[in-house]
């Protein structure tokens, strides 16, 4: 009777295991998502800059330093959105 009791152990832990399993697939693929997020934000940033500099170079220096700024501010600001994005969510009526 013992034996049967640690098969049917054997086979929740077996259950859990895989479980488990999917639930880490799962969170790895949010984490490549994320990533590519992020990477794409940031080449959004290295365009705004590139366009910064050559409003710049083009003699519109004001419209260039704006743009430049702008593409760094959201480059940072990107992620923070994201990341606010779930709370909006349950803040929203």
């Known amino acids: 009777m013992n034996g049967i009791n640690d098969a049917i152990c ?5 259950i859990y295991g895989i479980n488990n399993a999917i ?13 590519i997020y992020g990477i794409n934000n940031a080449i959004y940033g ?6 910064g500099i050559k ?5 519109k220096a004001i ?12 480059a940072f600001l990107m992620p923070q959105m ?3 994005m779930p709370q ?6």
């Open 10 to 14: 054997g086979i929740k832990n077996a």
């Open 23 to 35: 639930c880490g697939i799962k969170n790895a693929i949010y984490g490549i998502n994320n990533a």
């Open 46 to 51: 290295i365009n705004n800059a590139i366009c």
């Open 55 to 59: 409003n710049a170079i083009c003699g």
């Open 63 to 74: 419209n260039g330093i704006i743009n430049a700024i702008k593409g760094i501010v959201m």
């Open 82 to 84: 994201a990341l606010s």
């Open 88 to 93: 909006m969510a349950f803040l929203m009526p």
